[in-house]
């Protein structure tokens, strides 16, 4: 399973940024897919994470009311829309994947979000 992010950047506080997450190789290995981030200094944490049906959406108490995912399966992609963004969102954001249950399995390279 590969996993390729894009859409990240730098943002205003108060704007928004889509992320996507692009999947190859054995996608049926990817029952759970979702949103990570890592700040300087801190330990990666979850932000938002769906299910191959698009149920089962999981959200970080930081990303509800702000964040929305959502998963194209015909695509093979995962979407992370993240509004009113705030300084302390600044991160780089990393796509995951795996068996629910067991997941993380597959993580992408990530990318930097940036919000002043």
């Known amino acids: 399973v590969q996993l390729v992010e894009s859409g990240g950047g730098s943002v205003q506080a108060g704007g928004s940024l889509r992320l996507s997450c692009a999947i190859s190789?054995?996608?049926?290995?990817?029952?759970?897919m979702g949103w990570f981030r890592q700040a300087p200094g801190k330990e990666r944490e979850g932000v938002a994470a769906?299910?191959?049906?698009?149920?089962?959406?999981a959200l970080a108490d930081s990303a509800k009311g702000r964040c929305t995912i959502s998963r194209d399966n015909t695509r093979k992609s995962v979407t992370l829309h993240m509004n009113s963004l705030k300084p302390e969102d600044t991160a780089r954001y990393y796509c995951?994947?795996?068996?629910?249950?067991?997941?993380?399995?597959?993580w992408g390279q990530g990318t930097q979000v940036t919000v002043s």
């Open positions: 995951a994947a795996g068996v629910c249950g067991s997941w993380p399995n597959y």
């Open positions: 190789g054995y996608t049926y290995r990817a029952d759970c």
């Open positions: 769906i299910h191959r049906g698009g149920g089962g959406v």
